[in-house]
């Protein structure tokens, strides 16, 4: 606190602005061609990355973001320049979703086509910059998967897999979720509880050189909202802090029958028993619907989804019918874009347009989802 004193013995006091940023961390994804699939035509990997950069408020005050610039630019001018394929950062965000709280953590994230430079960055706020570099990481996170009981949608386990590239042995020490206080504040993360119990494989913690190690951290039932996980190891004998951004969604193996519901029939397909029966025979239990009423509504242990679930896969709107308590168990996912990635140039969309599709359900409890299926 600043506390000045005036001359005729009158106090006033004045909140102190800190000048300050703090990066926590960055996770970088290099663009990798997979040997497995065969590309029509020659492919364009410049040595491009997948990034987010984890931006810190440290201060006691929130801080305005509409003016964040990286080397001394907007985002939007790499993609305009077509060094990036997309980015994601808070002058897209809804103009409350501009304002980062104190002790607050938010994700900036954008995917670059242009080569990783190993030098330093600036990620600037008004002015307060900060530093940080993007290189090819030797400790990652390679794959990260919420799991939970079968009879509820919520999340009580976190498997990491970790990935040792490094010079020597690691060990890993501790893990932290940072999680919303509320689905309507997808944007700012705070510091959530510690894991009730962790385990590491192997037992030690220790993943040797060129290894792979697992760590499965046991959570009270987790909210279906964002999270960033900071993963804490131990190389040469200091801390060094892994981190990745997501939706908590607790994993599901689901079956999908495509197109299933059709009115063509009397009644419809899915308030048809005998059709129901047929799906169920070949296990699928989810398709390319929405709400139908008489089936995705019905309840109690003889009705007709109670026998025969087929979970939906829709657009999922308005938001409010569907992001409700009684209807989450029954939906897959949110898809309407069908397959983007070869549809680009017809019907399908490029990457921005892709996300600022899928803008809206950030604030929901609904996971979205693309098909990613071979070219025709």
């Not at 990066?23 to 990034?51: C, D, L, S």
């Not at 140039?345 to 600022?356: I, N, Q, R, Y």
Request: positive net charge; glycine residues 6%.
């Amino acid at each position: 606190m600043l506390r000045i004193t005036l001359c005729f013995l009158l106090s006033l006091t004045f909140p102190l602005t800190s000048q300050s940023i703090e990066i926590k961390g960055t996770q970088v994804i290099p663009h990798v061609p997979a040997k497995e699939v065969k590309f029509r035509r020659p492919h364009a990997f410049h040595g491009g990355a997948r990034v987010e950069v984890f931006l810190f408020n440290p201060s006691s005050n929130s801080l305005s973001l509409n003016e964040l610039k990286v080397d001394n630019n907007p985002l939007n001018h790499y993609v305009e320049q077509g060094d990036w394929a997309w980015e994601d950062s808070p002058h897209r965000w809804e103009p409350a979703d501009q304002i980062l709280p104190a002790g607050a953590l938010t994700t900036i994230r954008w995917n670059q086509l242009s080569k990783l430079e190993p030098k330093k960055h600036t990620l600037s706020v008004g002015d307060k910059v900060a530093t940080f570099q993007l290189s090819k990481p030797n400790i990652t996170i390679e794959s990260a998967t919420f799991l939970g009981p079968e009879d509820s949608i919520y999340a009580t386990q976190l498997y990491l897999h970790l990935k040792n590239n490094a010079d020597q042995e690691v060990k890993v020490q501790t893990l932290k979720l940072w999680i919303p206080k509320s689905n309507k504040t997808p944007h700012f993360l705070f510091p959530s509880a510690l894991p009730k119990s962790l385990q590491s494989y192997p037992k030690s913690g220790n993943i040797p050189q060129g290894d792979v190690g697992c760590i499965i951290a046991q959570f009270e039932s987790l909210p279906l909202s964002y999270c960033a996980i900071e993963v804490v190891i131990q190389h040469k004998g200091k801390p060094v802090h892994l981190w990745s951004h997501l939706r908590i969604k607790k994993e599901s193996f689901d079956i999908g029958g495509g197109w299933v519901h059709s009115n063509d029939i009397e009644g419809g397909t899915l308030r048809n028993e005998k059709f129901l029966q047929t799906l169920k025979s070949i296990h699928v239990n989810a398709g390319m619907h929405g709400h139908v009423g008489g089936y995705t509504d019905s309840k109690g242990p003889q009705s007709l989804y109670e026998k025969y679930p087929v979970k939906m896969t829709t657009k999922c709107l308005p938001l409010d019918q569907y992001d409700r308590d009684e209807f989450l168990p029954r939906i897959h996912a949110v898809e309407f874009l069908g397959e983007p990635q070869y549809r680009a140039k017809t019907k399908g969309a490029m990457p921005p347009k892709v996300l600022e599709a899928f803008r809206p359900y950030r604030k929901s409890r609904i996971a979205t989802s693309v098909t990613l299926s071979e070219a025709n």
